[in-house]
Nanobody
Framework: VQLQACGGGLVQAGNSLRISCAAS????????MVWFRQPPGKERDFVAATSRTGSITSYSDSVKGRFTISRDNAKNTVYLQMNSLIPEDTAVYYC????????????????WGQGTQVTVSS
């Protein structure tokens, strides 16, 4: 499956931004979808995941309560709504697909998108 993330940009702290990831090539609803991020000079970390149907979601502690992951299987798209952004959220955000019903942290995703830059100014 090919993944194309978009919607990143520069935003002031306290504001919101929604990024999206469009999938093509295979049946989108067969994949759990995941967002990761990589801050400058740091390793890539898990942000949020959603199951195939969207009924099960999970978040890292650092974004819980501020970010919301959702998906539209009819549009082959997964979203990440980011509210109350802080400078520490600055990173390249990557979407990924795992061929499981729910996301398993013990298993690497099968496909990765190219990333979209999110910069939060103070």
């Amino acid at each position: 499956v090919q993944l194309q993330a978009c919607g990143g940009g520069l935003v002031q702290a306290g504001n919101s931004l929604r990024i999206s990831c469009a999938a093509s090539g295979r049946t989108f609803s067969n994949y759990a979808m995941v967002w990761f991020r990589q801050p400058p000079g740091k390793e890539r970390d898990f942000v949020a995941a959603t199951s195939r149907t969207g009924s099960i979601t999970s978040y890292s502690d650092s974004v819980k309560g501020r970010f919301t992951i959702s998906r539209d299987n009819a549009k082959n798209t997964v979203y990440l709504q980011m509210n109350s952004l802080i400078p520490e959220d600055t990173a390249v955000y990557y979407c990924a697909a795992q061929s499981t019903s729910v996301y398993y942290t013990s298993r690497e995703p099968d496909y990765w998108g190219q990333g979209t830059q999110v910069t939060v100014s103070s």
